[in-house]
């Protein structure tokens, strides 16, 4: 019995120092981002979001996704897209499903927001935060290809929270490559659940760093006069 209560409280502990960790990282990223934007800002008079010099884009990016589960490397399919301010400031939403781990099954969808640190720039910098509702699901049977069980992830929850910093590469000036790095934390799933009885996949499981590559495609708008 006391082992038990040990192993639990071990495992809250593990669970806190991760929350604490991935709330530096937010917040240093934060910070930064932020920090880069406020000095770039002109000092003569105020900009507002209405203001004729303010530009709107669609933006639509494509990616994948490389992680470690259980010891095993897995890839996972995702969107993110909404619009962005002065190609800029991105609020938007997003979304991902397991396509390659061979045991964990899993999918989110939530939103994103994306800072982009001088996007004239060939090269420049993007940091973003995702938070997102996910569900983990075992498969029905052993999965043989990519596709197998592809959506058939509706089973145990959890709740996702993903800071990432990006390296950005102006391909032409409607797309854009991405490549990153993120970490995610992972809370809420519960790790006794029937749907997930074969791989006990954990919150710890779940989270870790994420590697990224993708395009962003962006369509610009015409803002009007006022």
């Not at 004729?52 to 993110?80: H, M």
């Not at 499903?97 to 939530?110: K, S, T």
């Not at 995702?130 to 509706?154: C, H, M, Q, R």
Request: glycine share 10%; hydrophobic share 40%; aromatic share 10%.
């Amino acid at each position: 019995m006391l082992n038990k209560k040990s192993k639990i409280m071990k495992t809250k502990t593990e669970n806190q120092k991760m929350l604490l960790n991935g709330m530096n990282f937010v917040l240093i990223v934060t910070l930064i981002s932020f920090s880069h934007g406020l000095s770039a800002q002109e000092t003569g008079s105020a900009r507002t979001l209405l203001n004729k010099d303010v530009t709107f884009s669609d933006v639509f990016a494509p990616e994948v996704k490389l992680n470690s589960i259980q010891g095993d490397i897995g890839t996972l399919i995702g969107f993110y897209g909404g619009p962005i301010i002065n190609n800029t400031l991105l609020i938007g939403a997003c979304g991902g499903v397991n396509l390659g781990h061979p045991r964990v099954n899993y999918g989110y969808f939530g939103g994103i927001l994306q800072y982009v640190i001088r996007p004239e720039d060939m090269v420049h910098f993007s940091s973003q935060l995702v938070i997102a509702y996910g569900t983990t699901k075992d498969y029905e049977n052993p999965k043989s290809g990519l596709l197998d069980n592809f959506w058939n992830i509706s089973g145990a929850s959890f709740f996702l929270m993903e800071p990432g910093i990006n390296l950005e590469v102006n391909i032409t000036n409607h797309m854009i490559l991405i490549m990153g790095a993120s970490y995610r934390y992972v809370s809420g799933l519960n790790e006794n659940s029937e749907d997930i009885s074969h791989t006990h996949v954990t919150n710890k499981d779940m989270s870790g760093v994420n590697f990224n590559i993708g395009f962003k495609f962006c369509r610009s708008k015409k803002n009007k006069n006022l």
